[in-house]
């Protein structure tokens, strides 16, 4: 079991920036891979970011090029680098660790973080 807690999220400016935290239970340096979810209201919950033990980086289309994902194993934490937030990214962000199981994956979940965009 790992546990997870979120930090970071808040109330931006569109064009502004944030950076969310994800502090694990346990340490992450086995874990598959480490990502940021969202799920916005009324929607379904979707991938942002992955990061992956191999350090290989997976991003939605739509944060590309303004968000970043990175890791501190350390210390066991992730980040995600939120730039230029547009209003569409106001969403619960929740944090993600992805472990090697038979026959899937099983996975961990924080419990989210509000992010809210706007003016």
């Known amino acids: 079991q790992v546990q997870l807690v979120e930090s970071g999220g808040g109330l931006v400016q569109p064009g502004g920036s944030l950076r969310l935290s994800c502090a694990a239970s346990?340490?992450?340096?086995?874990?598959?891979?480490m990502g940021w979810y969202r799920q916005a209201p009324e929607k379904q919950r979707e991938l942002v970011a992955e990061?992956?033990?191999?350090?290989?980086?997976n991003y939605a289309d739509s944060v590309k090029g303004r968000f970043t994902i990175s890791r501190d194993n350390a210390k066991n934490t992730v980040y995600l680098q939120m730039n230029s937030l547009k209003p569409e990214d106001t969403a619960v962000y929740y944090c993600?660790?992805?472990?090697?199981?038979?026959?899937?994956?099983?996975?961990?979940w924080g419990q989210g973080t509000q992010v809210t965009v706007s003016s």
């Open positions: 346990r340490s992450i340096f086995s874990m598959y891979a």
């Open positions: 993600n660790a992805k472990r090697v199981g038979v026959p899937d994956f099983i996975y961990y």
């Open positions: 990061l992956s033990s191999g350090s290989i980086t």
